[in-house]
């Protein structure tokens, strides 16, 4: 059997995605892959994908040059978690303050992991986790 090779995109759907990839841009850094009317993706530690699909638009299917992607949409609020070092977590911590993002909860796991959890501007549910929590 063939094998998986990983997550590849990450779907959010925002009311303004402009206003969501400004966000993830200014406190991550991440760079800009694709703009339009409908989505933005973004660049993960070069190799994953955020996409922020504008809200409500993408339900019906989308005709492209090579193709018809069908018809999504997914409604908030969402749950991710982004992989840090555990060498990072209280700079992490000092710069999620200075970006003025709350911090809503902190968790240390039975396993050594920690978490920090923050929403994002439309209210889903971001974590930064340390190596650990699960055992892959």
């Known amino acids: 059997m063939p094998e998986v090779q990983g997550i590849l995109e990450t779907a959010l759907y925002v009311a303004d995605p402009a206003r969501a990839a400004d966000f993830y841009r200014r406190v991550f850094q991440f760079a800009t892959l694709l703009e339009s009317d409908r989505l933005i993706a973004l660049n993960v530690a070069n190799r994953n994908v955020l996409l922020l699909f504008k809200a409500g638009a993408t339900s019906e299917p989308f005709e492209t040059p090579g193709g018809v992607i069908p018809g999504h949409n997914g409604s908030g609020p969402d749950h991710f978690a982004f992989a840090i070092a555990d060498d990072d977590l209280a700079s992490w911590r000092s710069h999620l303050e200075q970006q003025g ?32 929590f699960w055992k892959l």
């Open 101 to 132: 993002v709350a911090i809503e909860s902190e968790v240390e796991w039975s396993g050594g992991s920690k978490s920090l959890y923050f929403r994002d501007p439309d209210n889903n549910l971001a974590e930064l986790i340390t190596p650990g």
